[in-house]
T-cell receptor, first 114, second 116 residues
Framework: GNSVTQMEGPVTLSEEAFLTINCTYT??????LFWYVQYPGEGLQLLLKATKADDKGSNKGFEATYRKETTSFHLEKGSVQVSDSAVYFCALWNYGGATNKLIFGTGTLLAVQP | NAGVTQTPKFRVLKTGQSMTLLCAQD?????MYWYRQDPGMGLRLIHY???????AKGEVPDGYNVSRLKKQNFLLGLESAAPSQTSVYFCASSPGTGGGRTYEQYFGPGTRLTVT
């Protein structure tokens, strides 16, 4: 079946540090991949997406590349800010699959200290 | 556009009481979803709908019912609340399938429910 595995948090970084949050997936076919972000007390917001192999999604300085050979979609940012502190969710949608569901990872808490 | 809205924002129930959570979207989306979020478990799908008048079970449907009488609204009901239903509930909507679109979901701000 379809599944998403994220690195466990919390991830604690100092401001301006480099960020990587690992995400790997299991799916048949050609899923679309997403990163969502949840700021404290709010709902999830789409951060970026990629719909096919080798696509790079980017937004607000964050990037992730859809790697089919390693079934990965790692989130990166070159210089984090305190305002990036949030929970980050990796997710996949398997078009043409038996279900109409977005499959989420368990989330990774990022805490950025000044 | 308000996007996806949820009412109420907070609620405390006693065991055995019932309540309905309302989700509304103004984006003309076909698909709507109800999730619950619990610490260490990410988001789990309760029920979803692929169009007006349709509903389907997700991963954790027991103890919940839903209705989609109008395209823009998706209601989640708890008939007899239990402490295990203490959680944060999120509604989401998406444009649906077809036309080569990607199926990102748009989330509401959540309802924090405590059952004592």
């Amino acid at each position: 079946g379809n599944s998403v595995t994220q690195m466990e948090g919390p991830v604690t970084l100092s401001e301006e540090a480099f960020l990587t949050i690992n995400c790997t997936y299991t799916a048949t076919g050609y899923p679309s991949l997403f990163w969502y972000v949840q700021y404290p007390g709010e709902g999830l917001q789409l951060l970026l997406k990629a719909t096919k192999a080798d696509d790079k999604g980017s937004n607000k300085g964050f990037e992730a590349t859809y790697r089919k050979e390693t079934t990965s979609f790692h989130l990166e940012k070159g210089s984090v800010q305190v305002s990036d502190s949030a929970v980050y969710f990796c997710a996949l949608w398997n078009y043409g699959g038996a279900t109409n569901k977005l499959i989420f990872g368990t989330g990774t808490l990022l805490a950025v200290q000044p | 556009n308000a996007g996806v809205t949820q009412t109420p924002k907070f609620r405390v129930l006693k065991t055995g009481q019932s309540m309905t959570l309302l989700c509304a979207q103004d984006m003309n989306h076909e698909y709507m979803y109800w999730y619950r979020q619990d610490p260490g478990m990410g988001l789990r799908l309760i029920h979803y709908s692929v169009g007006e008048g349709t509903t389907a079970k997700g991963e954790v449907p027991d103890g919940y019912n839903v209705s989609r009488l109008k395209k823009q609204n998706f209601l989640l009901g708890l008939e007899s609340a239990a402490p295990s239903q203490t959680s944060v509930y999120f509604c989401a909507s998406s444009p649906g399938t077809g036309g080569g679109r990607t199926y990102e979901q748009y989330f509401g701000p959540g309802t924090r429910l405590t059952v004592t």
